[in-house]
């Protein structure tokens, strides 16, 4: 099983950046793709970025290039790069990983959630 501890939340004025980081552990084959999701206040589960295992990035159109995703495979982590924040970027931002138990099963077989961490944009 993976374990997965972000940090990096907190209130920020608008335009303010911050950066969230997830640790991943865990005795597994391999981490594979590599996620950030948020959720609103009254609104569902939003996918933001995922990075590949090859560091191929996609982002949600919302963004407007705003945002950065970037692994580091060798310490198993995964962070976001939050930059000219805007209140409407205001929730609760999840790392979720894909990954592997055994050489047998397929790339993101498995997955993992982080606990979740508060991003405030506000003055």
């Known amino acids: 099983q993976v374990q997965l501890v972000e940090s990096g939340g907190g209130l920020v004025q608008p335009g303010g950046s911050l950066r969230l980081s997830c640790a991943a552990s865990g005795r597994v084959f391999s981490i594979d793709t590599m996620n950030w999701y948020r959720q609103a206040p009254g609104k569902g589960r939003e996918l933001v970025a995922t990075?590949?295992?090859?560091?191929?990035?996609m982002y949600a159109d919302s963004l407007e290039g705003r945002f950065t995703i970037s692994r580091n495979n060798a310490k198993n982590t995964v962070s976001l790069q939050m930059n000219s924040l805007k209140p409407e970027d205001t929730a609760v931002y999840y790392c979720n990983v894909k990954y592997r138990a055994s050489i047998w099963e397929p790339q993101d077989q498995r997955s993992a959630w982080g606990q979740g961490t508060q991003v405030t944009v506000s003055s």
């Open positions: 990075i590949t295992t090859t560091s191929q990035t």
